[in-house]
Each structure stands twice: as C-alpha cells, then as structure tokens.
C-alpha cells in the first residue's frame, strides 16, 4: 500500500512540474507575441502614421525621463532632510572619459614640461618680453571669401596686419617677416572659392603647424552677432590636455597678447574638442536680475508688510562677434616652412585613425 502511495504521490508531482512548465511556455509564448504586435515606426509604410508613431513613442521617453529625475531629486531632497548622505549619480560613459590611455598626458607636477616652455620658441612672447605681431597673407590663387574672412581674422588678432601675396613665393614672405621682426605669419589657404587651411609659422625659428579649417561661418551670417571692439581679448584655452595639445596651444597662444583689457569684455575661445578646434568670438555683460524666493512647500516668502521678498542674481549674457570656424591639426613641423627638407614633429596619417577613443591633443 506505502509503495502504490509514493507512486501516486510522483505521479502527481510530475503532472505538477509539467503544468508549471506548460504554464511559464505559455507565457512566454504571450510576450513574444505581445511584442511582434508592438508596431515599430520603421514597419509602417505610410509616412504621416509612421511620423506621428514615432513622435509619440518618443513623447512617451520624455515623460518616463521626466518621472525617473522627479523620483531622484525626491529622493535627494529626503535624504538632505533625514540629514544622510544622497546617492551618487551615475556618471554616464562618453567618447571623452572612456578614451584610450595616453602616456603624453600633461600633469600638473611635470617639471620636464615647465622646463621645456622656459626653453621654447614662444616663452619670449608669452613672458611678455617681445609683443606679437602678426602677419597675414592669402594662398596665389584667392577667393571672394577670403578676404572677408581676413578682415575678421584682423579684427579677432590685435596687431595683426595683412599682405597682398601676389606671386611671391612663401619663403621670400617669411624672410621679409623676419627683417620686419613679425612673429608670426598665417596663410589663410583656398580652394573651390573658400578658406580650407591655415598655415600658422612662429618666426624667426618656427614650428610650423598645418591646420585644416572648416565649417566658417562669417559675422554677418550669425543671428545676434554683435560688433567687437578694439581691445585686447582675453583668451581661453580648453582641453589641450597632451604634450602635443599643449604645444598647439602654446602656438595659438602666442598669437595674442599677454595683458588683455578687461574693460572690451571681449573674450575668444579655443576648445579642443575629439581633436577639433572650435574658435569662438564673444563679447559678455553682467546683469544683476531679481529672482523671487519660494520656500520648501513652494510658497513664495513674505517680509512683515506681506510684500513679497525678492533676491538679487547675478548672471551673465554672451553675444557672438564671429567668425564661426573648426581647425583640426594635420601636421607640426620643425622650423619655418619647407616642404621638401623639412623635419616633421607630427604629421596625422589615416592609418591613426584606428579607434573612435584615441585622441592626440
């Protein structure tokens, strides 16, 4: 009798475990088919219905975004309030922090690399013992926007002056800068009737770097832009973060004047961004706005009179002056320029170009 028991009682068990599994099978049968009748924008032929799916399924990522960053900064708000500590945020993974490891990085306890800006061709110009003075001249063959973008390039470069270039060759140009004690001479390149490279040689001694030059855009295409002054510029130089970048910089650096007026406001930005350049020209203001404060429960605070109470803000406004353009370096080169004995520091070659994460400035 025990036996036939034990028999049924497995017998039951297996018809259970197979129910159970029959049962998750099922399931997992409805899911699938739950998501094959989620319709993808890209299976619907018809263009309007396939653009109104895909705004509202991207109105409804906007909202459950929304909810998830009122959920957190809930939650941080308790925490403040219980007096513990908030959760960290997540960091999320870019190109810039995951990029691959450089030996060439620039530290900020380097002393080899102090040594080498004391020794430099540009320390003179930098530790304000010599002013710079620029000379500006066009490839043979010119455009219409070429000119137009020089006489903005004066106005962004103080002390900048430009030449025609007529036939002479660019040697004979760099040694009349030389007895005209120039510092600097920039080669604005065209082809196909716009400005594609700027060619920047430090003198008497160089380098010569070779910089490729797109997306210009001129002051008068920019909405807004404003007109600059004629006082020094502050200059901003950010994430020239290698030995090469900061030599780049350095370069760019001794372009302009060391003592800048703050009183123009004006300020020109060099970001180097995935080894791109991005040159800007602004001019700023501080405005002191009122801002009225609101306590926890977002009620707007009163003084004794019930007048509401409003507080001071300080912030700051930017106009753009133009031009609008993006360098990339494409080669660094000992001394001034010579294209047939000269010794290259750097040159980019496409066979560089291995990963998406490898950056050189």
Same mark, same amino acid.
Request: hydrophobic share 30%; proline share 5%.
């Given at each position: 009798?025990?036996?036939?028991?034990?028999?049924?009682?497995?017998?039951?068990?297996?018809?259970?475990?197979?129910?159970?599994?029959?049962? *998750? +099978?099922?399931? /997992?049968?409805?899911?699938?088919? %739950? &998501? !094959?009748?989620?319709? @993808?924008?890209?299976?619907?032929?018809?263009?309007?219905?396939?653009?109104?799916?895909?705004?509202?399924?991207?109105?409804?990522?906007?909202?459950?975004? *929304? +909810?998830?960053? /009122?959920?957190?900064?809930?939650? %941080? &708000? !308790?925490?403040?309030? @219980?007096?513990?500590?908030?959760?960290?945020?997540?960091?999320?993974?870019?190109?810039?922090?995951?990029?691959?490891?450089?030996?060439?990085?620039?530290?900020?306890?380097?002393?080899?690399?102090?040594?080498?800006?004391?020794?430099?061709?540009?320390?003179?110009?930098?530790?304000?013992?010599?002013?710079?003075?620029?000379?500006?001249?066009?490839?043979?063959?010119?455009?219409?926007?070429?000119?137009?973008?020089?006489?903005?390039?004066?106005?962004?470069?103080?002390?900048?002056?430009?030449?025609?270039?007529?036939?002479?060759?660019?040697?004979?140009?760099?040694?009349?800068?030389?007895?005209?004690?120039?510092?600097?001479?920039?080669?604005?390149?065209?082809?196909?009737?716009?400005?594609?490279?700027?060619?920047?040689?430090?003198?008497?001694?160089?380098?010569?770097?070779?910089?490729?030059?797109?997306?210009?855009?001129?002051?008068?295409?920019?909405?807004?832009?404003?007109?600059?002054?004629?006082?020094?510029?502050?200059?901003?130089?950010?994430?020239?973060?290698?030995?090469?970048?900061?030599?780049?910089?350095?370069?760019?650096?001794?372009?302009?004047?060391?003592?800048?007026?703050?009183?123009?406001?004006?300020?020109?930005?060099?970001?180097?961004?995935?080894?791109?350049?991005?040159?800007?020209?602004?001019?700023?203001?501080?405005?002191?706005?009122?801002?009225?404060?609101?306590?926890?429960?977002?009620?707007?605070?009163?003084?004794?009179?019930?007048?509401?109470?409003?507080?001071?803000?300080?912030?700051?406004?930017?106009?753009?002056?133009?031009?609008?353009?993006?360098?990339?370096?494409?080669?660094?080169?000992?001394?001034?320029?010579?294209?047939?004995?000269?010794?290259?520091?750097?040159?980019?070659?496409?066979?560089?170009?291995?990963?998406?994460?490898?950056?050189?400035?």
């Amino acid at each position: 009798m025990g036996g036939k028991r034990r028999n049924n009682e497995r017998e039951a068990m297996e018809e259970y475990g197979d129910d159970v599994e029959l049962d *998750r +099978k099922e399931k /997992k049968k409805k899911m699938e088919k %739950e &998501k !094959r009748r989620e319709i @993808l924008p890209s299976m619907i032929k018809n263009k309007e219905k396939r653009s109104a799916v895909h705004a509202k399924l991207k109105h409804e990522k906007k909202v459950e975004k *929304r +909810k998830k960053l /009122k959920a957190r900064d809930a939650e %941080e &708000k !308790r925490a403040l309030e @219980l007096g513990e500590e908030p959760l960290p945020r997540k960091i999320p993974r870019t190109i810039e922090n995951t990029r691959e490891n450089d030996e060439t990085v620039c530290k900020p306890d380097d002393e080899e690399l102090f040594a080498c800006n004391d020794a430099d061709e540009f320390s003179s110009i930098i530790k304000r013992e010599r002013t710079p003075k620029i000379l500006i001249t066009t490839s043979r063959f010119n455009s219409t926007r070429g000119p137009a973008f020089i006489s903005e390039l004066l106005e962004v470069i103080p002390n900048a002056h430009y030449y025609k270039r007529g036939t002479y060759d660019l040697k004979k140009i760099v040694e009349y800068a030389k007895t005209q004690e120039f510092t600097s001479l920039i080669v604005v390149h065209t082809k196909r009737r716009e400005p594609d490279a700027l060619l920047i040689i430090g003198l008497p001694d160089g380098p010569t770097a070779h910089f490729k030059l797109s997306r210009l855009v001129l002051r008068k295409d920019i909405k807004n832009h404003g007109n600059p002054t004629s006082h020094e510029p502050e200059l901003v130089l950010t994430n020239f973060t290698t030995r090469l970048g900061h030599r780049t910089g350095r370069i760019i650096q001794s372009l302009f004047p060391q003592e800048p007026n703050f009183r123009g406001r004006r300020v020109v930005t060099f970001h180097n961004q995935r080894d791109y350049i991005f040159f800007r020209h602004h001019r700023y203001i501080f405005e002191a706005k009122e801002s009225k404060t609101s306590d926890s429960k977002g009620k707007k605070r009163k003084d004794g009179k019930g007048e509401k109470i409003s507080q001071q803000k300080v912030i700051a406004r930017l106009q753009e002056c133009g031009p609008r353009f993006t360098l990339k370096l494409r080669s660094l080169q000992h001394g001034t320029f010579d294209t047939k004995g000269g010794e290259y520091e750097w040159v980019h070659k496409p066979e560089m170009d291995t990963s998406r994460r490898r950056f050189f400035l």
